[in-house]
């Protein structure tokens, strides 16, 4: 009689290893929103922890330095501008001092957050966007488009902005008869999917303005839903079925006819929040409520969701913040990290992969997307689509100054009543902002009179620079690079010998 050892799949992640960080480097004494709406309450970029926190007389979030531990004083300044409570919160992908915030007060605002953190409460937002007739729950920036941000209110009415002019290009009244759950874009940005309370998911192109993809009934359940775009162009849903059980699903957009795989958990009531990593294509998924953080890596094989494991805790999560790639610490194999909202407490949850090597670990870290956009938001609305701009995390990452990144600066003036009820559109670099009543760009017209100026378009810096301390740069520059092929170079040969090694033990040589 033989037996046939179980074949085990083959996955880099299947060891991810989901630890707390200690109690000094947490941070304490945060009054954490109690606002009834399902967001994560949280963000977070390469330099700031942004959380939404209760406030009496309006809204406000908190942001302070990634760096930053401890307890947080009383008097620690806010964002607080907002007439009514903060439902969400989303740092720019293309600029981490730039975040947008959306309230129950049916506005959006653009706050400038200034490199070392806030000194003195800040009440001015250098954008405010006034277009929704009800309180903004969602915002979503564009990928790869400069200054193009999307937000959707409980008017069931999504409406895309060109941040650095104010102006509202795309309005999208008509496409959900219901409350809007969540909006994802996809990777190029050209397509957004959304869930809606009818239970049906959508595919629409918001330049276009048209629905191109339905499927009716995502989730039998009628608790909210959750949908978000992956890398290869499919779309990853979580909601209720039936019988209350929360699930997990995997849609191809080719053929939206039934999913190709469902995986049920449990029958917890928190809206299940996915965080997705187009780099490993993991999906955490983060229940508000829940004790619990699971993930999941998502294949071309069947069953295509794949559950890799969980991170449990004593203390239920209000919320969850998802650091962006680019911060991550690759010297210690941390894949992605989570700042977990407490009650009064923010503790950050590394997720790590294992390995005996000191050396940068290629295969866990392909190129992940930088904060320099691929287009302009002027190239964008003219119809142009361009993937992320990629950038190596080997030997740690660093934010190059960008071009664009004085585009908004400063407060735009507003345009008077008298020139007519649209903002006006200025060059690439400038900033105008709408009026009370904002119109789509293709209704602009060269009839209107110029608009003053408010910022000017910046030059490229590196022409300023004195030629000898280019030179010097250069040079620094070469040595790096070829030092990293190197270590690279080591790195996949120490992984081929270990590999070797492995099927030895294991007797398979």
């Not at 109690?34 to 963000?43: G, K, M, N």
Request: charged letters at 25%; glycine letters at 6%.
């Amino acid at each position: 009689m033989s037996f046939r050892r179980g074949v085990v799949r083959q996955s880099k992640f299947r060891h991810v290893f989901a630890q707390a960080w200690k109690a000094e480097h947490c941070i304490d004494d945060v009054r954490v929103s109690r606002v009834t709406w399902d967001s994560p309450l949280c963000a977070v970029s390469p330099k700031f922890i942004a959380v939404i926190i209760e406030a009496g007389g309006g809204g406000a979030f908190l942001v302070i330095p990634i760096s930053k531990s401890g307890r947080i004083d009383q008097s620690c300044p806010t964002v607080c501008g907002h007439a009514a409570p903060v439902l969400d919160i989303q740092w720019s992908p293309h600029d981490d001092s730039i975040i947008a915030s959306a309230s129950e007060d049916c506005t959006v605002k653009v706050w400038q957050i200034p490199d070392g953190g806030l000194t003195s409460p800040m009440t001015e937002a250098i954008v405010t966007l006034e277009g929704h007739s009800k309180r903004v729950g969602i915002l979503a920036w564009h990928p790869t488009a400069f200054n193009i941000l999307l937000t959707a209110g409980c008017d069931n009415v999504i409406c895309v902005w060109n941040v650095g002019t104010g102006e509202l290009v795309y309005q999208l009244s008509d496409a959900h008869p219901d409350l809007i759950y969540s909006v994802s874009w996809n990777k190029d940005g050209s397509a957004v999917c959304t869930v809606c309370k009818d239970k049906a998911l959508r595919v629409i192109d918001p330049r276009r303005g048209t629905v191109l993809k339905v499927r009716e009934k995502v989730h039998d359940g009628t608790r909210p839903m959750r949908a978000v775009f992956l890398a290869d162009g499919k779309i990853l849903t979580t909601g209720f079925s039936r019988m209350s059980e929360r699930q997990l699903a995997l849609w191809d957009t080719k053929d939206l006819s039934e999913p190709m795989a469902v995986q049920e958990m449990d029958t917890s009531n928190g809206v299940l929040l996915p965080f997705y990593d187009p780099d490993t294509n993991m999906v955490y998924l983060c229940g508000k409520g829940d004790c619990t953080i699971r993930y999941f890596e998502v294949t071309d094989e069947s069953p295509y969701v794949h559950f890799l494991s969980l991170y449990s805790s004593k203390e239920p999560q209000r919320g969850a913040g998802f650091l962006s790639k680019r911060a991550v610490d690759v010297n210690k194999c941390e894949i992605a990290r989570f700042y977990k909202l407490h009650e009064r407490k923010v503790e950050p949850i590394s997720m790590t992969v294992p390995r005996k090597s000191d050396l940068f670990q290629g295969d866990l870290y392909p190129d992940t997307a930088s904060s320099e956009p691929a287009l302009l938001a002027d190239e964008w609305i003219a119809g142009q689509d361009a993937p992320p701009l990629l950038v190596s995390l080997s030997g740690g990452y660093t934010a190059p100054p960008s071009k664009h990144r004085d585009t908004l600066r400063s407060k735009p003036k507003l345009v008077s009543q008298d020139s007519g009820t649209g903002a006006t559109p200025t060059s690439a670099g400038n900033v105008a902002a709408p009026t009370s009543t904002p119109t789509s760009a293709a209704k602009e017209t060269e009839e209107e009179g110029p608009q003053p100026r408010v910022a000017t378009r910046e030059t490229d810096g590196n022409t300023e620079r004195p030629k000898r301390e280019d030179d010097v740069l250069n040079e620094l520059l070469a040595e790096m690079k070829a030092l990293r092929a190197v270590v690279l170079a080591q790195s996949q040969r120490i992984e081929l010998l270990e590999r070797q090694l492995a099927r030895i033990e294991d007797g398979d040589v």
